[in-house]
């Protein structure tokens, strides 16, 4: 199917486990973003990149990692999972970087 | 640093009328500002995008303005019905380029 799709849709783990939350789009955008949402912070941005191979910090990317050897997909890891990353993360992608962002269904993940 | 403000409260209105929701901005000025729609659960949809030389933008129900000399844009939506009940998240392309800026979002309640 074509669009963004992101896994797992939830996802409970314990502090200090590595967590990977994937990413996949279909139009070949060039442009991925991950973000978090959290009560009285609405979206803020972890990281984004630009193309494959591409990558950088957002307002809040202490405690991630992501990587992108392909186009359509932008893994984002906690390598060590902390109780404050508890939150609901979307990606999204854009053909350029200031255009209409596409978002996925997000990931409601809890840290234990 | 840039700043975006929404309405914090959120917005309450009969079926029938406009919605107003306001999104200010301090200190900088984007070249475009974009507004999504969010649904509890999902990830924020693109509505409207309106450039800095742009006074006024329509879509069907949906009217955007912005004011570049009061930092200000304005999202109405006319003849509001139930399924209009949403967040309503404007976003500002950030001055360093690539990505966007989001705000906190408004939540709109219409009722029948």
């Known amino acids: 199917d074509a669009g963004i799709t992101q896994s797992p849709r939830y996802k409970i783990t314990e502090t200090g486990r590595q967590v990977t939350l994937m990413c996949h789009q279909t139009?070949?955008?060039?442009?991925m973003f991950w973000y978090r949402q959290d009560l009285g912070h609405g979206l803020r941005l972890i990281y984004y990149s630009a193309a494959a191979d591409i990558t950088d910090k957002g307002e809040v990317p202490d405690g991630y990692v992501v990587s992108r050897s392909k186009t359509e997909n932008f893994p984002l890891t906690l390598e060590s999972a902390t109780r404050s990353q508890t939150s609901v993360y979307f990606c999204a992608s854009s053909e350029l970087g200031l255009d209409t962002q596409y978002f996925g269904p997000g990931t409601r993940l809890t840290v234990l | 640093s840039q700043k975006i403000e929404q309405n914090s409260e959120a917005l309450n209105i009969q079926e029938g009328k406009t919605a107003t929701l306001t999104c200010n901005y301090t200190?900088?000025?984007?070249?475009?500002l974009q507004w999504y729609r969010q649904d509890p659960g999902r990830g924020p949809v693109f509505l409207l995008l309106i450039r800095e030389n742009e006074k006024e933008k329509r879509k069907e129900r949906l009217k955007v303005t912005f004011d570049t000399t009061l930092k200000q844009s304005l999202f109405h939506i006319t003849a509001s019905q139930p399924a209009d009940s949403a967040t309503y998240l404007c976003a500002l392309d950030a001055p360093q380029g690539g990505k966007l800026i989001f705000g906190q979002g408004t939540e709109l309640s219409v009722k029948p």
């Open positions: 200190n900088y000025s984007p070249a475009y």
């Open positions: 139009w070949s955008h060039s442009y």
